[in-house]
């Protein structure tokens, strides 16, 4: 089948040339970000950002010594001659020496977002891989997603179809050669268009993965349909394929509430439990009990996991997010409160920041050691905005997010 896209929709080049430049700040959330001094209009918490940066980023070059070149100039090797880079509109080296935008621009010292997929019917959410972004289609007819997805290649910007009618509509997970998708347990479809085959013959709720293993959060109800009661199983699944293991399982009611929110860190499972008196639970990714980490009765959402500490969100009449030590079992807000209007938020972390959008303001991080949110992508920024922002994604080196206006475009911009 044709990929299904907006003939009214500029070719990907034009777009990416057309894309204003971010709002105001650097992703302040990146130790290793560059800078790139105050610009007119400058918000204080953009200026205080980019500050930040420019105290890492000034005067060094390949060797790293301090005063090597002038900032924002570098020697950034490859052959370059004395410090003739420029690290402030350099795609390859901005703000610092290697930092690649990765298809998009550099403008004062900070990548620029660039769009990957110009326009297309796509519903729910996106799927980022090292190499590609898989999504499902929307039928606008029926209003229902369809029963195929779309699959763009990052290296190349080839966009193509996969999948047949009845396998399945909503993507739990990918890697590079498929989707796994909830059909009646976890369905594989492969972007070669060769059969599908049956991952996990049990209904499941989430999955991820981790370097070579399929993680699965299933169930197995005991009741009618409108009711949560039954067992919560987790499975383990070789990615090159194999037996599933049964980890760990657990009773679950409307009163106890279910496990959702799974994470991966350090060889432990980490979930939410229940909605009336929350907590984070976790397992060993081998197997083993459940275990308690924490009870927040404002908990809302399991953000991630990083240097020995479990972020999570909290809401009463805004959101903030929350920092629990692992060893010392101390909590601590950090930073000012991430969305004041909503108890629901978009939000995910890498070990530098965490990334969330925000319904009046855009997309926005927050560094994980605390300090001012920055708006690093506005509402309106560019001709698809008029639907807002969401489906906030990643992979290890980029954001992805989606713009409603055109169709629906994919955005990325490097971290």
């Avoid at 919560?232 to 509430?257: C, E, N, R, T």
């Avoid at 980490?293 to 500490?309: R, W």
Wanted: hydrophobic share 35%.
């Amino acid at each position: 089948m044709p990929l299904r896209s907006s003939p009214s929709v500029p070719a990907p080049s034009v777009l990416r040339a057309a894309v204003v430049l971010l709002t105001s700040a650097a992703i302040a959330c990146s130790a290793e970000s560059g800078s790139a001094g105050p610009k007119a209009g400058d918000s204080d918490e953009n200026k205080a950002g980019r500050d930040n940066d420019a105290a890492a980023g000034q005067g060094s070059g390949d060797d790293g010594a301090p005063g090597a070149c002038p900032y924002p100039t570098a020697n950034c090797g490859a052959g370059a001659a004395g410090c003739a880079t420029r690290l402030l509109d350099d795609p390859a080296n901005c703000g610092r020496c290697g930092h690649d935008c990765l298809g998009g621009g550099c403008a004062a010292g900070q990548c620029q977002p660039t769009v990957v997929v110009p326009s297309t019917s796509l519903d729910g959410a996106i799927f980022p891989t090292d190499t590609k972004v898989w999504w499902v289609y929307w039928n606008a007819q029926s209003g229902y997603a369809q029963d195929y997805g779309g699959v763009v290649d990052l290296q190349t910007g080839a966009t193509k179809e996969f999948g047949k009618p009845n396998e399945g509509t909503r993507i739990l997970v990918a890697d590079e050669s498929a989707a796994y998708v909830a059909a009646s347990g976890v369905r594989r479809i492969p972007v070669d268009g060769s059969a599908s085959s049956t991952t996990l013959d049990v209904d499941t709720r989430e999955a991820i993965l981790v370097d070579s293993t399929f993680y699965f959060n299933s169930r197995k109800r005991t009741s009618v349909e409108s009711s949560e009661s039954g067992a919560a199983m987790i499975f383990s699944v070789p990615s090159g394929g194999g037996q599933k293991k049964l980890l760990a399982s657990m009773s679950i009611d409307d009163s106890s509430g279910d496990l959702s929110g799974m994470r991966e860190r350090d060889g432990f499972l980490y979930f939410i439990r229940g909605s009336e008196s929350p907590s984070i639970v976790r397992i060993p990714s081998t197997g083993g009990a459940f275990e308690k980490v924490v009870s927040d009765p404002k908990l809302t959402a399991l953000v991630g996991i990083s240097g020995g500490a479990v972020y999570y969100t909290t809401f009463d009449t805004t959101i903030r997010i929350v920092r629990f030590d692992l060893a010392s079992h101390q909590s601590a807000v950090i930073g000012t409160p991430i969305v004041t209007s909503s108890s629901a938020v978009n939000i995910l972390m890498d070990d530098a920041a965490c990334y969330w959008v925000d319904p009046n303001l855009g997309l926005r991080t927050l560094p994980l050691q605390g300090g001012v949110p920055v708006t690093i992508f506005q509402n309106g920024q560019t001709s698809y905005s008029s639907g807002g922002i969401g489906n906030l994604a990643q992979n290890a080196r980029s954001l992805y997010w989606t713009v409603d206006g055109l169709g629906t475009a994919i955005f990325q911009l490097a971290k």
